[in-house]
């Protein structure tokens, strides 16, 4: 009989590491909290419209070779879109508009191009551009409003690139976030092939394109999926795991345990078994991990009004920081909005059309139809100073337990790769110790 191996969590991380893990031969049984799986990548049907809405636009860089290789697995890779080189249409309070596109040379000239060919941006800062690379291996933990300063980045390169770069990639405040991060994502940019670089959406709503394969491919392997039911606790004797017990008291018998769960919820499933001593460091380190919420307002407006050619525009000088055209409907977004949260719908929607109409003035009479809002008040966890190293590895304390998630160190920023990269972690330690 094959090794059992419970996954608690049907998010990327989770499935990841199922797929691998079902894919040798393992009895795999993921188990999930929500009725909806997908986790913080998710997409549901609108009940108005019927239209299938994302729980938040995501964006996929053509580098996350993981994540693609991922999703070749499960049949959907060509559902994720790419532009033909890094471009990026951006939108400024007033109407002024500009892009980034990026010649077709190898890495780093064609971003160094692309960011020479920004009118906008002061030469003496597009010239400490090469300090910048020079300094990419220089890991210093300090925020990246603290780095960019070193780095003789004025406020009109910040505004218009730096800032929006960084609150795009890193789901936090350039005073916040950590320069660690950022550096990993111009890593990518400026020394893996140009061809890694470019930005895509996924055509169909986030849980077609992999929620829903995942749990096809893990059925048909001989494993189980089940959604909406917690995990209460995990069950040690003998220094190992033996089982988990769900909320509503069913016990499953495992070999291993992967929890692919955010650190809040790993540390209320550590204290609910009593075995915060199993966590790979200090225990109360877990509390510190904060989080930043990601908001988005879905317009749906006169199919007549006169929308702007490209699929995605950043927009500058604004509360709102992304406008995606999407089929039937136009999403604006908000990252690391905590200032926001409690703004209700209605000043939500209002800000949104203001800011709509004073980035894309063709738009001034445009005409709504109906609105949605969406908070995801813990999109991302918050990585700001300090936090790289505490960074959990995948292992743990005990010999058939192992951690997963996009917060745990994988030497990227919290995102879709980094969660797929977790789950491959963790399904190697498995591997490992078979
Ligand atoms: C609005 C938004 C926009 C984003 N945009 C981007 C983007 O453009 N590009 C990008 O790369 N990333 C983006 N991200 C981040 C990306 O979604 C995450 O990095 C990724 O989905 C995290 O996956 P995960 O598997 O690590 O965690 P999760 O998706 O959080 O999965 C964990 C799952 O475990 C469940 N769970 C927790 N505790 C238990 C328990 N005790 N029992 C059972 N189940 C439990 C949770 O409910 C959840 O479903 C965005 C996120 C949001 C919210």
Redesign the pocket.
Same mark, same amino acid.
């Given at each position: 009989m094959s090794r059992r191996v419970v996954i608690? =969590?049907?998010? !990327? *991380? =989770?499935f990841r590491a199922a797929v691998s893990l079902a894919d040798a031969g393992y009895a795999v049984t993921v188990?999930? /909290?929500?009725a909806q799986l997908?986790?913080? *990548?998710r997409s549901f049907v609108d009940p108005a419209t019927g239209e299938v809405v994302d /729980?938040?636009?995501? &964006? !996929?860089l053509s580098g996350?070779e993981r994540t693609l290789a991922f999703l070749e697995r499960l049949g959907t890779r060509d559902q994720v879109v790419f532009h033909d080189r890094l471009r990026v249409g951006f939108a400024e309070a007033g109407g002024k508009q500009y892009h980034l596109n990026c010649p077709n040379l190898s890495a780093p000239f064609h971003l160094i191009g692309g960011l020479l060919g920004l009118t906008s941006i002061p030469l003496t800062d597009k010239l400490r551009l090469i300090q910048i690379y020079a300094d990419l291996s220089n890991l210093v933990d300090e925020s990246v409003a603290q780095w960019l300063s070193r780095m003789g980045q004025g406020p009109r390169a910040r505004k218009l690139f730096w800032d929006p770069l960084t609150i795009a990639a890193l /789901?936090e405040l350039p005073e916040i976030a950590s320069a660690v991060g950022l550096k990993a994502v111009l890593r990518v940019l400026m020394t893996k092939p140009a061809a890694q670089s470019r930005l895509g959406m996924a055509r169909v709503g986030l849980s077609d394109l992999y929620a829903a394969p995942a749990v096809r491919l893990i059925s048909q392997l001989g494993g189980q999926v089940i959604s909406g039911?917690?995990?209460?606790s995990i069950i040690i004797r003998d220094s190992k795991v033996e089982a988990v017990l769900l909320a509503d008291g069913t016990r499953f018998e495992t070999d291993a345990v992967i929890a *692919?769960?955010?650190p809040l $919820?790993l540390r209320? &499933?550590l204290e609910n078994s009593s075995a915060l001593s199993v966590y790979p460091g200090d225990p109360d380190t877990l509390l510190k991990f904060g989080s930043s919420p990601?908001l988005?307002v879905n317009l749906w407006v006169d199919p007549g009004t006169a929308l702007p050619e490209e699929s995605f525009v950043a927009m500058i000088g604004t509360e709102f920081q992304w406008l995606f055209k999407k089929t039937g409907y136009l999403s604006l977004i908000v990252s690391a909005a905590h200032h926001l949260l409690d703004w209700t719908n209605e000043q939500l929607v209002e800000l949104a059309l203001r800011d709509l109409k004073n980035c894309f003035p063709l738009m001034d009479g445009v005409r709504l139809i109906r609105s949605q809002v969406v908070r995801?008040r813990e $999109?991302?966890v918050s990585l700001g100073v300090g936090m790289e190293s505490l960074r959990p590895s995948s292992k743990t304390r005990l010999p058939n337990f192992f951690l $997963? =998630?996009?917060?745990t160190a994988t030497g990227l920023p $919290?995102?879709?790769?980094?969660?797929v990269v977790?789950g491959e972690f963790a399904a190697q330690q498995i591997f490992n110790g078979k």
């Open positions: 608690i =969590g049907g998010g !990327f *991380a =989770g188990v999930d /909290n929500r997908g986790g913080r *990548a /729980n938040g636009q995501h &964006l !996929f996350y /789901n039911k917690t995990v209460q *692919a769960i955010p $919820a209320k &499933l990601i988005s995801e $999109a991302t $997963a =998630g996009d917060w $919290a995102t879709i790769e980094s969660a977790s």
